[in-house]
């Protein structure tokens, strides 16, 4: 059911993924030639505080009147919207923030294309529509993560793109954002694909320095040859974080926890380079500062820290002993929380395979800690009642029966 008398078009996402013959999943329309009052007349909700958003009656679609807006202060919110019947297509799609999200198509099916976004998608380009990119300085981490969702289809970000980002950036727009409007972008960015690009172009633009001072501070920080071909820490963060995502696509939790495992190692004396001694301990202290400044929920925070503070465990698992093994599952509380463990085992394999030449190395380590969690779990105080036995003596002989189930695994 289109607003009788106004012209629809299917814009952005939709649009673009259809061009890359890509699954898309919300639809979203620019209604132009309308008012407020058009659509509320025709059984559209209104959804938009700061613009005109409305949910079709029938499909719950997105429907927004076409708009344009004018910077009237620093950061995300310092804009002004004018939505009325006079505003064209051509100026909705122009305050879009790249070429490739600012194509449409008519309800006869033909493409509306005014910046070249379809020739940019042919020619794998991340380009800003106008100069009014600049104007909003949270199209820096959208560009990012665009990058970091079709790097591996071959786009580049355009040189003219960077630089405008990289002026933005020197003229403090990033220092604007919002600490909710960063950890949104961030923790989508770490359910793309390839999230090293995501933090390749914040840095090529100088963004990573102000937003993530933690996590640049690894590049150019150097580890032992034997056991990191890479070298480079950032290096082997962004071999981390691309195996991570290859390990569990779409889990920004494992994610963030192979994001920042390794914050200590910036914080390593210049003397023991490039061994990185208690990096585990003192990469909690910076994992901290980024996560309260950042505002991240506590589960992602909660676990990153225990990511930090034992991935060095997982490692060594099939050497530790089974009462080091059960501590290690009951700091992550595996036993009442299961789902924890897996987030930070898939940090730990991507840990592992996060290096030069060492992409498809076994990591058994994993496989043994998921079966020593089964095997303990199975381990219950119900048949310790049974037989008679009462307070701490329960739990004193559920823990002595949870070591002797891990100690009962085979380890290879």
Same mark, same amino acid.
């Given at each position: 059911?289109?607003?009788?008398?106004?012209?629809?078009?299917?814009?952005?996402?939709?649009?673009?993924?259809?061009?890359?013959?890509?699954?898309?999943?919300?639809?979203?329309?620019?209604?132009?030639? *309308?008012?407020?009052?058009?659509?509320?007349?025709?059984? =559209?909700?209104?959804?938009?505080?700061?613009?005109?958003?409305?949910?079709?009656?029938?499909?719950?679609?997105?429907?927004?009147?076409?708009?344009?807006?004018?910077?009237?202060?620093?950061?995300?919110?310092?804009? /002004?919207?004018?939505?009325?019947?006079?505003?064209?297509?051509?100026?909705?799609?122009?305050?879009?923030?790249?070429?490739?999200?600012?194509?449409?198509?008519?309800?006869?099916?033909?493409?509306?294309?005014?910046?070249?976004?379809?020739?940019?998608?042919?020619?794998?380009?991340?380009?800003?529509? /106008?100069?009014?990119?600049?104007?909003?300085?949270?199209?820096?981490?959208?560009?990012?993560?665009?990058?970091?969702?079709?790097?591996?289809?071959?786009?580049?970000?355009?040189?003219?793109?960077?630089?405008?980002?990289?002026?933005?950036?020197?003229?403090?727009?990033?220092?604007?954002?919002?600490?909710?409007?960063?950890?949104?972008?961030?923790?989508?960015?770490?359910?793309?694909?390839?999230?090293?690009?995501?933090?390749?172009?914040?840095?090529?633009?100088?963004?990573?320095?102000?937003?993530?001072?933690?996590?640049?501070?690894?590049?150019?920080?150097?580890? /032992?040859?034997?056991?990191?071909?890479?070298?480079?820490?950032?290096?082997?963060?962004?071999?981390?974080?691309?195996?991570?995502?290859?390990?569990?696509?779409?889990?920004?939790?494992?994610?963030?926890?192979?994001?920042?495992?390794?914050?200590?190692? %910036?914080?390593?004396?210049?003397?023991?380079?490039?061994?990185?001694?208690?990096?585990?301990?003192?990469?909690?202290?910076?994992?901290?500062?980024?996560?309260?400044?950042?505002?991240?929920?506590?589960?992602?925070?909660?676990?990153?820290?225990?990511?930090?503070?034992?991935?060095?465990?997982?490692?060594?698992?099939?050497?530790?002993?089974?009462?080091?093994?059960?501590?290690?599952?009951?700091?992550?509380?595996?036993?009442?929380?299961?789902?924890?463990?897996?987030?930070?085992?898939?940090?730990?394999?991507?840990?592992?395979?996060?290096?030069?030449?060492?992409?498809?190395?076994? =990591?058994?380590?994993?496989?043994?800690?998921? *079966?020593?969690?089964?095997?303990?779990?199975?381990?219950?105080?119900?048949?310790?009642?049974?037989?008679?036995?009462?307070?701490?003596?329960?739990?004193?002989?559920?823990?002595?029966?949870?070591? %002797? *189930?891990?100690?009962?695994?085979?380890?290879?």
């Amino acid at each position: 059911m289109s607003p009788a008398g106004h012209r629809v078009y299917l814009v952005g996402g939709a649009v673009r993924d259809e061009l890359l013959g890509r699954a898309h999943g919300d639809r979203d329309y620019v209604v132009v030639g *309308a008012t407020p009052d058009d659509l509320l007349a025709r059984g =559209y909700k209104p959804v938009g505080k700061d613009f005109p958003v409305f949910l079709h009656p029938d499909t719950g679609e997105e429907y927004a009147l076409a708009r344009t807006e004018r910077k009237t202060g620093p950061g995300y919110h310092g804009f /002004s919207f004018h939505a009325a019947p006079d505003v064209t297509l051509e100026d909705d799609l122009a305050r879009r923030d790249l070429t490739i999200n600012a194509i449409a198509r008519d309800e006869a099916g033909a493409l509306v294309d005014p910046y070249d976004g379809a020739k940019d998608l042919r020619e794998r380009v991340l380009r800003h529509v /106008s100069p009014a990119f600049a104007e909003d300085p949270v199209r820096i981490l959208r560009v990012a993560r665009f990058h970091a969702r079709f790097a591996p289809l071959g786009f580049r970000i355009a040189d003219e793109t960077l630089a405008l980002m990289r002026t933005m950036v020197e003229d403090g727009e990033a220092a604007h954002l919002v600490p909710e409007r960063v950890w949104a972008e961030t923790r989508k960015a770490l359910a793309e694909p390839e999230p090293s690009a995501f933090l390749r172009a914040l840095r090529a633009c100088g963004a990573l320095a102000v937003l993530f001072p933690e996590v640049d501070a690894l590049y150019g920080v150097p580890q /032992s040859a034997e056991h990191h071909p890479e070298i480079d820490c950032g290096a082997h963060l962004e071999l981390v974080m691309d195996q991570a995502a290859k390990l569990a696509p779409g889990d920004d939790l494992a994610g963030f926890c192979a994001f920042t495992h390794d914050l200590g190692k %910036a914080l390593t004396p210049q003397d023991v380079l490039p061994r990185h001694i208690a990096h585990e301990h003192r990469g909690l202290k910076p994992l901290a500062a980024l996560c309260e400044r950042l505002k991240v929920p506590a589960e992602y925070a909660q676990l990153a820290a225990l990511t930090c503070r034992h991935h060095l465990e997982a490692h060594r698992a099939l050497e530790l002993k089974p009462t080091t093994v059960l501590a290690l599952l009951e700091a992550f509380d595996a036993f009442r929380r299961p789902q924890r463990l897996e987030p930070f085992l898939v940090a730990c394999t991507a840990d592992k395979r996060g290096r030069l030449h060492h992409e498809n190395d076994a =990591y058994p380590q994993a496989d043994f800690l998921r *079966a020593a969690r089964n095997a303990a779990a199975a381990v219950t105080a119900q048949p310790f009642v049974d037989e008679g036995l009462q307070g701490p003596a329960i739990g004193d002989a559920v823990r002595k029966g949870r070591i %002797a *189930a891990i100690k009962a695994l085979p380890r290879s």
